[in-house]
């Protein structure tokens, strides 16, 4: 690659050092990548970073999630920077690399989410960043001592401008680091300061930073401040018009005391136009628009825009304004919303239902305003067929508006219809994204995604207004009335007392299999309840891809990836992609995998990394495979089925090992994990079904790891290996058994009888027993039970000194062997009344 700026420097290499640091025992869990340091560099440049973690001894490949960047070189490193004075600190073997990133020319802009791969396994997901200016360490990163310092005007560190800083934010000393730089500016020129940090996602599960910037002039004075911004939430920007001539002081850090670890930031400063906003927030594929812009300096201005042919499905449909203006490359540019269907634009003097501005384009169509006053409501008037479908989706938060919106739909005088809908924010199926609904808050939630089906031919009043009275020139919305489309999406089902981004990724060890459950989401408003297959794209060549065919009411589904021995050991990027099994369905769906990249107590985060992609690796030979054996029976309900499970031990690997089932259908159960151990191959797991599970053929896997030598928290140092998929049928039981009421009495024997109803047949003789007996009452013989047999009777012993009284849901456990194998069945629900001994 040609005019590469390979950076290496005694200075730069010093600098680098120094950002480089974070604390050594911030955490006792391990990540096979707990970070990647610096996060972010100059387009066009090699930059060495360092990544921190465990298990790097063998770390091969980096894989990045979009074209721009590549991996050149990987070292070993046993030394790295002290987190508080920089000073070399030796780390154990495989705890730390430094790589080399080679940066096209014409890498675009932003945000790289990559994952490292070692012969072992794919790691988590770390993220890198991008940008057009050259970057400048902060100079004393650490803790603020003597002449080694920047926490004040006096010790400022001067730089240029358009330039990005890459610094530290926070250390475990001093939770309040403020960071003060020095920039020289001419009269009348524009500064525009970004902030950079808690979009990094530094550190996995390490807390929320929320930073802060101020700006002085030459004399002193305040001329920005900024803590929260509509376009990014908890990371800052200031964009303003120098006052004067002179040196400007740029402060930084975070704004309250925090708990959280060293936070590492990027200050993007430059004379670049910040915009705030544009007018519209979107328009018609292939429009040519005149955009409003309102920049975030206080300043107006015009934008033309030329929009594309066609674009992508879901946030694909939000395009960068740098790409369809001559607007020059900024850092984040603003996104705009690109769609199949007309725009109608706002006409002032529409705020009361009775006046609504009309519209006579027929949907779909999207509606496109400014709240320009308080309390302002905006109304608009549309017809509407019964029967159709849209989902009503508000472009505000989501695009930098300040406008917090409520919507309303209500029918127009002289429609008989009586449906209204009242809407405010929405959850995450309404973007087709996954996540929880109140733990997971991010600013596109505020903008209201809905449902309008019309059950009345006629007109419809759509109204627009601040939930708070609020109102601005940069108050601005775009509501869509889109058709609907049925849809499905995918995404990793977290694992019980595991951290939520552990196993995120895909590594299937060659010659095995690897397992995963996927929780099922059914699109927003969508109504197919058809049968949906599954394509496996992006995957290497020779790899197996086996899933069941599933519907929008199954809430996990499992997938096997199977690799060759031969396998090359490379890494790629999967799409999984459903398909209504009916060919003429036009189902849309795809991956909707969300990674919170700050995360609070609690497990709250405002801030993900979103991706329709799934990192996939092949990895080197497990130490050990699995399989379970073809069960000759099936699974009757309310009875047990012993699965065999086989280990197949490769070289001098002779541990325990860990075996579970991730999922199970509706209704079975499944044992506590199963250990099988050390030097021995066989094992039984145990499921169970009720009396509510589904009948039918169902195909089960499950998966294995060492059950030392690992963190289970996250899985560093296991291996995680699936079996092939096995057909369990689950039947109806073998019988029923309907136990009477029996009356006992204190030291006297009695019985109680069963009526039997069979349902399958069965060879050999089965034994019953009772289960909930009372204190003092006790089976005296296990009866036999042959097929054909009406009933059976149960002796009973009664104590002297059992206790009087009535006890209900007495049960019986049925052993049944078929086909050579053990099955327990459980029936009955019979009452046993004990009586005081006649005569006491």
Not at 202 to 221: C, F, N, Q, Y
Not at 356 to 378: C, F, M, W, Y
Not at 585 to 611: C, D, E, I, M, W
């Amino acid at each position: 690659m040609r005019n590469l700026i390979f950076v290496k420097s005694c200075l730069h290499l010093a600098f680098l050092a120094l950002l480089c640091a974070v604390p050594q025992s911030a955490s006792a869990v391990e990540w096979s990548a707990d970070f990647v340091l610096p996060q972010l560099a100059q387009r066009g440049t090699m930059v060495t970073v360092r990544i921190q973690g465990s298990g790097l001894q063998t770390a091969e490949e980096v894989l990045f999630y979009r074209e721009g960047i590549r991996c050149t070189a990987i070292r070993q490193l046993d030394t790295v920077p002290h987190s508080h004075n920089g000073t070399p600190l030796k780390v154990e073997p495989g705890k730390a690399i430094e790589l080399d990133f080679e940066i096209a020319p014409d890498a675009p802009l932003g945000e790289y989410y990559l994952r490292l791969r070692t012969k072992q396994k794919l790691s988590e997901m770390l993220s890198f960043w991008v940008t057009q200016f050259p970057v400048v360490p902060e100079e004393h990163a650490f803790v603020d001592t003597g002449e080694t310092r920047n926490d004040s005007p006096q010790y400022a560190q001067r730089i240029p401008l358009n330039c990005t800083v890459s610094g530290l934010g926070c250390s475990n000393e001093r939770a309040n680091d403020w960071d003060v730089y020095r920039v020289a500016l001419t009269e009348h020129q524009r500064c525009t300061c970004q902030i950079i940090s808690a979009r990094l996602g530094t550190v996995h599960a390490g807390g929320l930073t929320d930073m802060a910037i101020e700006v002085r002039s030459p004399s002193g004075k305040r001329v920005a401040r900024n803590n929260r911004s509509a376009l990014f939430v908890h990371d800052p920007v200031v964009s303003f018009i120098a006052p004067e001539a002179g040196d400007y002081l740029i402060t930084v850090g975070q704004q309250m005391d925090s708990e959280i670890r060293n936070i590492h930031y990027g200050l993007h400063i430059g004379d670049f136009p910040r915009p705030a906003i544009t007018f519209p927030l979107g328009g018609q594929l292939g429009d040519e628009l005149d955009l409003d812009v309102f920049y975030l300096d206080g300043s107006r201005g015009k934008l033309k825009a030329k929009l594309p042919n066609e674009v992508a499905a879901f946030e694909n449909s939000m395009v960068e304004l740098t790409t369809i203006t001559d607007m020059p490359e900024i850092p984040s540019p603003n996104r705009f919303q690109v769609a199949a269907f007309p725009s109608v634009y706002e006409v002032e003097g529409h705020s009361r239902p009775e006046n609504a501005q009309t519209i006579d384009q027929p949907l779909p169509v999207s509606l496109n305003g400014i709240i320009r006053t308080e309390g302002e409501k905006d109304w608009y008037r549309f017809s509407a067929k019964k029967g159709e479908r849209y989902r009503v989706r508000v472009y505000a938060q989501t695009l930098g508006s300040k406008l917090d919106p409520f919507v309303w739909i209500k029918p127009a005088e002289g429609n008989p219809s009586r449906r209204v809908y009242e809407q405010d924010d929405s959850l995450w199926d309404g973007h087709d994204w996954e996540g929880h609904h109140y733990r997971h808050q991010v600013k596109d939630r505020l903008d209201p995604v809905f449902m309008f089906e019309p059950d009345e031919d006629g007109d419809y009043l759509l109204g627009i207004a601040d939930t708070r009275r609020e109102w601005g020139d940069d108050y601005v919305y775009r509501v869509e009335l889109q058709p609907h489309h049925d849809s499905v999406f995918l995404y990793y089902k977290d694992y019980p007392v595991q951290y939520t981004i552990m196993r995120d990724a895909i590594g299937v060890h060659r010659g095995a299999t690897q397992t995963r459950p996927f929780a099922i989401m059914n699109g927003f408003g969508s109504q197919y309840d058809g049968p949906i297959r599954l394509e496996a794209r992006g995957l290497p060549p020779g790899v197996d891809f086996d899933s069941p065919i599933f519907t929008k009411n199954d809430p996990v589904i499992m997938a096997t990836f199977r690799a060759p021995a031969d396998a090359k050991l490379q890494t790629a990027l999967l799409e999984l992609i459903p398909h209504a099994v009916d060919e003429n369905v036009n189902l849309l769906g795809a991956v909707a995998q969300t990674h919170a990249s700050n995360a609070q107590r609690g497990g709250y985060s405002p801030l993900f990394n979103k991706t329709r992609k799934l990192g996939f690796a092949i990895l080197e030979e497990a130490p050990f495979d699995i399989s379970i054996d073809e069960p000759g029976i099936g699974l009757a309900k309310n009875a047990e089925l012993d699965l065999k499970v086989n280990v197949r031990r490769k070289g001098d690997f002779t541990g325990a090992v860990y075996l579970e089932m991730d999922w199970l259908p509706q209704g079975v159960t499944k044992q506590p994990p199963l250990i099988i151990p050390e030097g021995e191959d066989v094992g039984y797991y145990k499921i169970s079904a009720t009396s509510q599970t589904v009948t039918g053929n169902y195909r089960l896997t499950i998966t294995a790891r060492e059950n030392e030598g690992g963190d289970p928290f996250t899985g560093v140092g296991f291996h995680y290996i699936g079996s092939p998929f096995i057909s369990v049928e689950v039947m109806e039981p073998y019988l029923q058994i309907e136990l009477q009421r029996a009356a006992v009495e204190q030291g006297k024997r009695g019985e109680l009888v069963g009526k039997i109803r069979h349902l399958r047949k069965f060879s050999g003789v089965a034994t019953a027993r009772l289960l909930r007996l009372p204190n003092g009452v006790s089976l005296i013989e296990e009866p036999a039970i042959k097929y054909g047999q009406e009933s059976v009777v149960f002796p009973l012993k009664i104590e002297a000194d059992a206790l009087t009284g009535q006890y209900k849901e007495i049960a019986c456990d049925v052993k049944i062997t078929d086909e050579g194998q053990d099955i327990h069945q459980q029936s009955g629900s019979g009452v046993i009344r004990v009586d005081e001994k006649k005569g006491s």
